[in-house]
Each structure stands twice: as C-alpha cells, then as structure tokens.
C-alpha cells in the first residue's frame, strides 16, 4: 500500500529537487517567492553571504488593508521588490519559485518583476 503524500510535502520535495540547479550570487542573486493560502512574499538573497538585499511582501501596511485581487496583489509585490532591488544595486537575478508551479500569482509577480526593470 502507497502512503499519501500531502501537497506541502510534494512541494518541500520539488523545492529541495529546484535548489540543487538554483542558487544566487553576488553578481546574480536569487528571487525567493513563497506564496501562502492569502499572501505573497518575495526576497532577492545572496546565497554566498546568506544576506537579504531586498524584499516585499502583501502584509506590508500600505499593501494589507488592499481590496484587490490576490493575482493584483502579486503584481504589486512584484514591481515593490523590483524597485527595491534596483536601488541595491541588483539588475540580474535567478528565479527560485520554491516548487510552485509557474502560473496565477507566481507567474503574475513574475511577470510585473521583468517589466518593473529586473532580468531573469
């Protein structure tokens, strides 16, 4: 008989599978997205200095009392982080999309990330 296995495990598994191909740099870091049941966070990181140099999420203040579409929230999160990471210096980055399957809002905040001036 086969165990089941739950969604959050299935993902911890891709994601682990994902970050042996993908890791950031000081020349190009990594754009960490981890998308919860209502939110959205983002972090571009350093993987060599194990340091953050840029991040946003949807419970930021400004963000949290929106009545927006989650999807729209992302794209926000998306061009917040990218802005931010352009004023630490980074134009380049990987994507690491935790084992998330690259569509609705990863692909949203994605997608509002390249527009907003960031390369991946």
């Not at 990594?30 to 140099?53: C, E, M, P």
């Not at 930021?60 to 630490?88: F, I, N, Q």
Request: charged share 30%; net charge positive; glycine share 8%.
């Amino acid at each position: 008989m086969t165990a089941l296995v739950s969604r959050s495990t299935a993902r911890h598994k891709r994601h682990a599978r994902l970050r042996l191909r993908v890791a950031g740099d000081g020349a190009r870091p990594r754009l960490a997205v981890f998308r919860s049941l209502n939110h959205i966070y983002a972090q571009v990181i350093d993987d060599t200095t194990g340091r953050t140099l840029a991040a946003a999420s949807s419970v930021e203040p400004d963000l949290r009392s929106s009545k927006a579409t989650k999807a729209t929230e992302a794209a926000v999160v998306g061009r917040l982080v990218a802005e931010r990471a352009r004023a630490a210096g980074v134009g380049r980055v990987v994507f690491d999309r935790a084992g998330f399957r690259y569509h609705g809002r990863i692909k949203s905040l994605a997608d509002a990330a390249r527009e907003a001036g960031l390369d991946f």
